[in-house]
């Protein structure tokens, strides 16, 4: 596997700041990454009370159910004795969901074991789970390369109901369809029938979204230790009783400082990444399995679709004796998971840090700080037709991203093109422009109908013209598709739709063109948090 990197492929001037650490964005955040901020936070973390044989006891009921090894009882332990974490997460996508979901757990792991060594005490990873979303649209579908385009497959029509992703069902036989479906677009290597029959396995014993997500996550990485939890898991929503209790007494207080912040963040130049308003009580509640999100209005906790009306005292009321029918939104997630776990570092994707930015004033108002902020690491991976291609047509990599590719595709259609036929086909709709015109002129004392009917007709003859031009040019190119079809195959699996490969991909593609190992070589790999995107060639 070959390792490179270039400049970060789209991206936005906040993260390109954030990159280069430039000390105005200490307005949005405690610490930078840096050495000196790992120390820091190390230290202020000290005084972070968390019940460390409560939240462990939690963690390791959770994943009970799934085979673990040695390296997760060692994190266990230390986290229950004075380990800090490292940790990320993400929504419970079919199949891990696109890439970064995997590369999110790799940064985690590999930050873990960097600050471990750099700081001389143990630092955990752990991939905080979000099975309490219930955008089911994001997590029942994923995407392969075909013939240069995204194809879509998708386990099932989102249900009317706003459940929960560890609340909602799959079922085993569905799901194997599902899966059978997605590898009969991989082309088959050696790997395809052990891979297939594994992902099958997988099927038998989950019972939800969260379920298969996890299964197949520790899958990947149990031998790494990382720890999962998922957020709607029950005992983990009793511990964090408490916790609801503060957000909800002080609903309005984080409404308002997370709109001010982010009104600073705006005037620097880098937008309103979450669009906070004021009268948000940025918590969900359950009512009949379905997920709503309450507005404060004038002190009472309201969701006036669904009907639903709470006082304040109502409210802490549920969060002391039914915590499971509580749940944070984009604003209050961050808040709960630090407030959970002492968190050294926490590791995001380019949004995720921006939503970040609005919470400084939040965090200080609950006489808390953020976390070391830490980008996830971006990759995309070359599979061995497009390197193979990339080599017949003479280019690099980079060309994908900096449209050096697309520019030498356009030009080599522009080459084939039978510019002769498009002339002739020019010159004939002139002259037809012209005749009608003077027939127009004929025909205009007898009414204006005429006039509209001879425009009717001609605007027939026009789209005749543009249909023949393009049935010549897809001819021409039908004529060249073995070179079309090595420019498609390179964007359409490096680059899909000009966004990274890692935002639409399951691992899954991967995994079969290079086997079991994959991830064992991905972390492998000589990784830095530098910004950069890496290439992986395999």
Not at 46 to 55: D, E, I, T
Not at 373 to 400: A, C, F, G, H, W
């Amino acid at each position: 596997m070959k390792f490179d990197q270039i400049d970060q492929p789209n991206s936005s001037s906040f993260l390109a700041d954030f990159h280069a650490q430039k000390k105005e964005l200490l307005t949005y955040f405690h610490y930078l990454p840096n050495p000196t901020s790992y120390e820091h936070r190390a230290l202020s973390l000290k005084s972070h009370q968390v019940n460390r044989q409560q939240l462990t006891s939690v963690v390791r009921e959770y994943m009970m159910k799934f085979q673990h090894n040695d390296a997760v009882d060692k994190h266990l332990a230390e986290l229950e004795k004075d380990a800090l974490v490292v940790i990320g997460g993400q929504q419970a996508g079919l199949l891990t969901g696109p890439l970064y979901s995997v590369h999110k757990a790799l940064s985690i792991i590999l930050l873990a074991k960097q600050q471990r060594q750099a700081l001389g005490v143990p630092v955990v990873p752990v991939f905080w789970i979000a099975g309490e979303d219930h955008d089911l649209d994001e997590i029942n579908s994923t995407y392969t390369p075909n013939f240069g385009r995204l194809q879509k497959h998708t386990y099932n029509d989102r249900p009317n109901r706003k459940q929960m992703a560890s609340e909602t069902e799959v079922e085993a036989e569905k799901l194997q369809t599902f899966i059978r479906g997605i590898f009969k677009q991989f082309n088959e290597t050696i790997y395809t029938k052990e891979l297939l029959h594994k992902c099958l396995n997988m099927t038998k014993d989950v019972t939800s979204y969260t379920d298969f997500f996890a299964v197949m996550m520790n899958d990947f990485f149990s031998n790494e230790g990382l720890l999962l939890i998922d957020a709607a898991y029950q005992p983990l929503r009793k511990y964090e009783s408490p916790y609801f209790v503060k957000m909800i007494e002080q609903s309005q207080e984080i409404a308002s400082l997370v709109v001010e912040q982010e009104r600073v963040f705006e005037q620097a130049g880098y937008g309103l990444p979450i669009q906070a308003t004021k009268d948000s009580s940025n918590l969900f509640i359950v009512e009949d399995g379905e997920r709503f999100l309450l507005r404060d209005n004038n002190g009472e906790f309201v969701n006036e679709t669904a009907g639903l009306r709470f006082s304040k005292q109502q409210l802490i009321d549920i969060a002391i004796n039914q915590p499971e029918r509580l749940s944070n939104n984009v604003v209050t997630r961050p808040l709960m998971q630090e407030m959970v776990f002492p968190v050294l570092a926490f590791i995001g994707g380019p949004g995720e840090l921006a939503y970040w930015a609005a919470f400084k004033t939040m965090f200080e108002h609950f006489d808390m700080e953020l976390p070391v902020m830490v980008p996830r690491l971006s990759i995309t991976m070359v599979d061995k037709k497009s390197n193979q291609y990339l080599d017949e047509l003479d280019l690099q990599v980079k060309s994908v991203f900096d449209g050096e590719l697309q520019s030498h595709k356009q030009a080599f259609i522009n080459v084939i093109k039978d510019n002769d036929a498009e002339e002739m086909i020019l010159e004939i709709e002139q002259t037809l422009i012209e005749q009608y015109e003077k027939l127009e002129n004929h025909l205009s004392n007898a009414g204006p109908a005429f006039s509209l009917l001879t425009k009717k007709n001609l605007e027939l003859h026009k789209k005749q013209f543009t249909y023949l031009s393009r049935k010549i040019e897809d001819t021409n190119l039908l004529r060249h598709d073995v070179k079309i079809r090595k420019f498609n195959h390179i964007e359409g699996t490096l680059f899909p739709e000009y966004t990274l490969q890692e935002r639409w991909f399951s691992p899954l593609l991967f995994l079969n063109e290079v086997g079991p190992t994959l991830i064992d070589e991905l972390l492998s790999q000589p990784f830095e948090f530098n910004g950069k995107h890496i290439i992986l060639t395999f």
